[in-house]
């Protein structure tokens, strides 16, 4: 049934409720506004819908008006759906809990909606003193830095040098825009420059991009932060500086360190080599999907899907460079790390002979693998003493990260259970999650074992530092009731006693990073490290190529240094 009221339509179709409700929930875009003279719009979180019961809504951004709502006041919500306005008749709230810092609260199902044939985004501005970073890539080298001062569910509006005009002219398909947020979270999404405004006297340009290509994931995202940035800014009107409560976004970060904790802001331009800055798209990636899962999102499948592949044809194109490039993304957090030098060196390990759609499962899989570790407690991997306590509850990581696979049809399950089930498997039942033994194992889940835990030893972790590719392989020797034998001595065959990505220590005193290697396993390429410290631009050398033992003599050691 439609009936018109003023300007809108009011629906009452259940279907089609449930139709509308269900695409805001998809955006996660909706306004609140209380029904009191002289009430704005103010942006929230829809996040659940029980047809015929209630809505589920994260009111974090506006906490302040929760003893307002929890004392009976009306309000109604008002959103943009398949190109209309939707609006709600008048709510009240029905249910108040706090989970995890962030407030979720119910209210009545709507029995009808109205909705108006018009477009209408709400727009969050900056104040001053709200830095968000923001980078423009057009390619992996070309690239413009500035700040965010407006954004919307739509689009947003960046503050750029002038030099911008060049790229910004050249660009023939969508460019990337990256935004930095004060608390290290980062996001990227694509967008199409619609207008420019320079600004003569600050040499400055303002330019308006429309998103596009946007998935349901970065939408939801997108609308958080959107969330977010009305919320701390408006702390900033000396009416509500004592009842708004700050926004996580804006709270600069302690020293990071862990498995969950998020990226400060990236200067592409200081990683060490050009596959470490091609690298760096692919660590952005899974830093926001790290947020996004936070948020109680499922995993990107088709983000997946783009960086798996970007992953293989990088190492189509120079597998040492990419094996190297693994080693040189200190800057990005622990997990992120991680993750990446699984993916890459399992895909170098095993999958030579394999069709490509077998090697990008096996990619994606390494890629997202230990993602599930940011859903438990962080305190976790702080512990300087890993006691059974620990282990148990980390272990509940694995299946959190399988039940965010919703959107990963695609994702071969065979591969997927090998390597995220079986990577923390062992070989005589002791691992975790099913304690599964050898019999239970694939050869995939057995390899995969063997790269994930020489990845994890060659980082530093609370309760040890970093070992040496030497003492990793003896640790594992002394461990055929947990790994594969066969496994173990293929991995050294095929990643030899120095691989490349090692600091080496020649008998000329001189030490670098080995970069390749002949068959034989004696480095071939090596950049100069004048420090012990993982590479970056600004602490590497020169290259020295061939003749090696000549120029610096023989590799007498490794340096342990956590990459």
């Given at each position: 049934m439609v009936a018109q009221q003023d300007e809108f339509e009011t629906i009452a179709n259940i279907t089609a409720i449930e139709s509308l409700l269900g695409t805001l929930i998809e955006g996660g875009g909706v306004s609140l506004c209380l029904d009191a003279a002289g009430a704005r719009p103010e942006p929230i979180v829809l996040m659940e819908q029980h047809p015929g019961q209630t809505l589920v809504m994260d009111l974090s951004s506006v906490s302040y008006l929760l003893?307002?709502?929890?004392?009976?006041?009306?309000?109604?919500?008002?959103?943009?759906?398949?190109?209309?306005?939707v609006q709600t008749p008048l709510l009240h709230l029905t249910e108040t809990r706090q989970a995890g810092g962030r407030f979720l609260c119910c209210c009545d199902y709507p029995a009808t909606l109205a909705i108006l044939q018009r477009r209408e985004s709400f727009r969050a501005e900056l104040r001053m003193g709200m830095v968000v970073m923001a980078g423009l890539y057009g390619s992996d080298t070309d690239v413009v830095e500035g700040e965010l001062r407006d954004l919307s569910q739509d689009g947003c509006q960046l503050e750029l040098p002038l030099a911008a005009s060049g790229l910004l002219a050249a660009a023939v398909k969508p460019l990337t825009l990256a935004f930095t947020f004060p608390d290290g979270t980062y996001f990227e999404v694509l967008g199409n420059a619609r207008h420019q405004k320079t600004d003569a006297e600050r040499h400055l340009l303002r330019v308006g991009f429309n998103f596009v290509e946007c998935s349901a994931e970065q939408e939801r995202q997108i609308w958080y932060f959107v969330c977010e940035i009305e919320r701390e800014a408006a702390r900033y009107k000396k009416e509500e500086q004592s009842e708004r409560q700050p926004s996580p976004l804006f709270a600069l970060p302690?020293?990071?360190?862990?498995?969950?904790?998020?990226?400060?802001?990236?200067?592409?331009?200081?990683y060490a080599t050009p596959m470490a800055r091609r690298l760096v798209k692919v660590a952005a990636y899974l830093d926001a999907q790290l947020l996004s899962l936070k948020q109680g999102s499922d995993i990107d499948g088709r983000q997946l899907s783009r960086y798996a592949d970007r992953i293989l044809e990088l190492h189509?194109?120079?597998?040492?460079?990419?094996?190297?490039?693994?080693?040189?993304?200190?800057?990005?957090?622990?997990?992120?790390?991680?993750?990446?030098?699984?993916?890459?060196?399992?895909?170098?390990?095993?999958?030579?002979?394999?069709?490509?759609?077998?090697?990008?499962?096996?990619?994606?899989?390494?890629?997202?693998?230990?993602?599930?570790?940011?859903?438990?407690?962080?305190?976790?991997?702080?512990?300087?003493?890993?006691?059974?306590?620990?282990?148990?509850?980390?272990?509940?990581?694995?299946?959190?990260?399988?039940?965010?696979?919703?959107?990963?049809?695609?994702?071969?399950?065979?591969?997927?259970?090998?390597?995220?089930?079986?990577?923390?498997?062992?070989?005589?039942?002791?691992?975790?999650?099913?304690?599964?033994?050898?019999?239970?194992?694939?050869?995939?889940?057995?390899?995969?074992?063997?790269?994930?835990?020489?990845?994890?030893?060659?980082?530093?972790?609370?309760?040890?530092?970093?070992?040496?590719?030497?003492q990793i392989y003896r640790h594992l020797l002394q461990h055929p009731h947990h790994f594969d034998m066969r496994w173990i001595k293929r991995y050294i065959e095929h990643f030899k006693a120095l691989p490349v990505g090692s600091l080496a220590c020649f008998s000329s005193q001189q030490q670098g990073w080995v970069l390749r290697l002949d068959d034989k396993g004696n480095p071939v390429e090596v950049l100069l490290a004048p420090t012990v410290e993982p590479p970056m631009r600004d602490n590497v050398g020169a290259v020295v190529r061939d003749n090696i033992t000549e120029r610096l003599g023989r590799a007498v050691s490794e340096i342990a240094v956590s990459t």
């Open positions: 003893h307002h709502l929890q004392d009976g006041a009306a309000f109604y919500l008002r959103a943009q759906a398949q190109g209309k306005v302690n020293k990071r360190s862990g498995a969950g904790e998020m990226l400060g802001r990236r200067d592409i331009k200081r189509e194109e120079d597998r040492e460079a990419l094996l190297f490039a693994s080693r040189c993304l200190s800057p990005e957090p622990l997990l992120v790390r991680h993750c990446i030098a699984v993916a890459i060196h399992l895909l170098d390990f095993v999958g030579a002979s394999m069709p490509r759609e077998l090697r990008k499962a096996i990619v994606a899989s390494g890629l997202i693998h230990d993602l599930g570790k940011a859903l438990v407690p962080q305190v976790l991997f702080k512990a300087p003493h890993f006691e059974a306590s620990h282990r148990e509850a980390i272990s509940e990581h694995v299946q959190l990260l399988f039940d965010r696979l919703h959107n990963c049809q695609w994702l071969s399950a065979g591969i997927a259970q090998a390597v995220i089930r079986g990577i923390n498997e062992r070989m005589d039942g002791s691992g975790y999650p099913e304690g599964a033994d050898k019999g239970d194992l694939s050869e995939l889940a057995k390899a995969s074992a063997v790269v994930d835990v020489v990845e994890a030893m060659r980082r530093d972790r609370a309760d040890r530092p970093a070992k040496t590719a030497q």
